[in-house]
């Protein structure tokens, strides 16, 4: 547990800093840009000061994950019904006669919530990258919210966007991006977050 809190802590650590990832340097282009493939039932807020928040909808018709590697799974009750919901991040890159993964240059991501209720799909982009799961308590005025994190160590951006339930939805908030300080993308050079084994 202590290991996972200090990878996890360092994930964030790296995120902070521009231009820190695990791939080799290159120039940034249009191709590595994520490819947003948000499902119909997202809907973007229109209030200026939310234009990093979106609102998601249980999906209609979810992704098509089979096939797909189920790389973190959890349970927790994200909905707060008092039932566990099941909290999966895959990825389309599959794994070869021994176990190791075979990444292409980019890859499809999805992050899926199963509830009682039906199936959120947090999110379903095709990256060259990494992305990686972390779920805390976030405690506030003596309070308990259930705050999904997904970080992504993209080869030109850097993200960290923030998952949490409220009034029947989960609301998508990105908490940083490189976009924010780099206009024209990062070239990244290194990272110490451990790869996939």
Known sequence: ????????TLILSLFLVNGCSFFEQEEPNVENEPQS???ADTQVTGEPEDERKTEIDITSSPVNVEGYEALSK??????NNGNEDTITLYTSAQRDMTGEMLWDDTQEW??????????????????HGRAYLNVSDYYNDGTEQKVISLYIAGKSFNEIREYYFEEGKFIEEIA??????????????????????
Do not use: H, W
């Open 110 to 127: 999805v992050l899926q919530v199963e509830t009682d209720n039906g199936v959120y799909d947090l999110y379903d982009e095709r990256i």
């Open 176 to 197: 940083y991006t490189t976009d924010d300080n780099a206009k024209e993308g990062i070239g990244t050079l290194y990272s110490s977050i451990p790869d996939y084994e």
């Open 1 to 8: 547990m202590k290991k996972r809190l200090f990878i996890l």
């Open 74 to 79: 959890c349970m927790y009750d994200v909905i």
């Open 37 to 39: 493939s948000m499902p």
